[in-house]
Nanobody, 125 residues
Framework: QVQLVESGGGLVQAGGSLRLSCAASGRTFSNYAMGWFRQAPGQEREIVAAINWNSGNIYYADSVKGRFTISRNNAKNKVTLQMNSLKPEDTAVYYC??????????????????WGKGTLVTVSS
């Protein structure tokens, strides 16, 4: 089992920044690809960014490219999402996810093994 706990959400004005963190515990963190997903009210969950075990393969959704940065620290069992130039349309609950397969994280989130409970990000206009 892998336990994931997100933190760092909150209310920010458009153009501002937030840094989300996901702390992992349980199995060997470095065995897992990690992803950030989000779900806005009335919308489907969508992938935001993903990173493979050694940070050698990073994926961003087109909607966040150039604004968000995903990173991980395997020694600290943590993955972060730095979000800059936030827009009202970034408002959502953000979830951290873990799976042994980067392909699964980026293409088949319904099959991802582990999920956190989410943290709410609200961007005001």
């Amino acid at each position: 089992q892998v336990q994931l706990v997100e933190s760092g959400g909150g209310l920010v004005q458009a153009g501002g920044s937030l840094r989300l963190s996901c702390a992992a515990s349980g199995r060997t963190f470095s065995n897992y690809a990690m992803g950030w997903f989000r779900q806005a009210p009335g919308q489907e969950r969508e992938i935001v960014a993903a990173i493979n075990w050694n940070s050698g393969n990073i994926y961003y959704a087109d909607s966040v490219k150039g604004r968000f940065t995903i990173s991980r620290n395997n020694a600290k069992n943590k993955v972060t999402l730095q979000m800059n130039s936030l827009k009202p349309e970034d408002t959502a609950v953000y979830y951290c996810a873990a799976d042994r397969s980067m392909v699964t994280v980026t293409t088949t989130p319904s099959h991802v093994d582990y999920w956190g409970k989410g943290t709410l990000v609200t961007v005001s206009s």
